[in-house]
């Protein structure tokens, strides 16, 4: 038996790459409404209560993405950078419900 880089370990860091990616454009999406907002792109009626709505949005994707950087952090920190060639590691994608 011998050692090989984790691929678990890899998909995780993988996946982080891939949300870090969506949440940073989604973000900015969010910012650039926001400061539309801020420089009068709508006023009257009822902007006030759309601009609550969107910086409450904007501000609970941000705390979003911290909590799911830090869980994909902990999760790629508990894993070894190399595992033996027949662990669960090498296989886990095999080992979901069918």
């Known amino acids: 038996m011998g050692e ?36 009068g792109a709508w ?8 601009y609550a709505e969107l910086t409450d949005l904007r501000n609970g994707v941000r705390s979003a993405a911290w909590v799911a950087q830090d869980e994909f952090d902990l999760a790629w920190r508990a894993q070894p950078p190399t595992v033996d060639d027949h662990a669960w590691q090498t296989h886990w994608r095999n080992l979901g419900p069918r």
């Open 4 to 39: 090989v880089s984790n691929p678990y370990r890899q998909a995780i860091r993988d996946a982080w790459s891939s949300c870090a990616g969506a949440t940073a454009a989604l973000s900015e999406s969010l910012d650039r409404a926001v400061r539309a907002f801020e420089a």
């Open 43 to 50: 006023v009257g009626g009822m902007a006030d209560q759309a």
